[in-house]
């Protein structure tokens, strides 16, 4: 059974930082790109960044190139995205994702508001 779970959510202050976490299960982790989703209230999900199997290529939206990181450890089953300089347009709910899988984490809400 796949399982993604996110954590690092919160309330941060414009300009502010947060790291999320998505730690997967039941898969073969390394095997897979990952991806960071997003959404707002009443928009789509979009996409914020993705990052390959091996970690070496990278894809950002362009709303947070420069701002957001997207990393990853094989060995600890865990994508990370980094966050820095928080806009309050940055509010949504955060989900990881296997890219065009069905497999998505429950979400981890990111508040940014002074």
């Known amino acids: 059974q796949v399982q993604l779970v996110e954590s690092g959510g919160g309330l941060v202050q414009p300009g502010g930082s947060l790291r999320l976490s998505c730690v997967a299960s039941?898969?073969?982790?390394?095997?897979?790109?990952m991806g960071w989703y997003r959404q707002a209230p009443g928009k789509q999900r979009d996409l914020v960044a993705t990052?390959?199997?091996?970690?070496?290529?990278?894809n950002y939206a362009d709303s947070v190139k420069g701002r957001f990181t997207i990393s990853r450890d094989n060995a600890k089953n865990t994508v990370y995205l980094q966050m820095l300089n928080l806009k309050p347009e940055d509010t949504a709910v955060y989900y990881c994702?296997?890219?065009?899988?069905?497999?998505w984490g429950q979400g981890t809400q990111v508040t940014v508001s002074s």
């Open positions: 994702r296997i890219p065009y899988s069905d497999y």
């Open positions: 039941g898969i073969v982790f390394r095997l897979n790109a």
């Open positions: 990052i390959s199997s091996g970690g070496k290529s990278t």
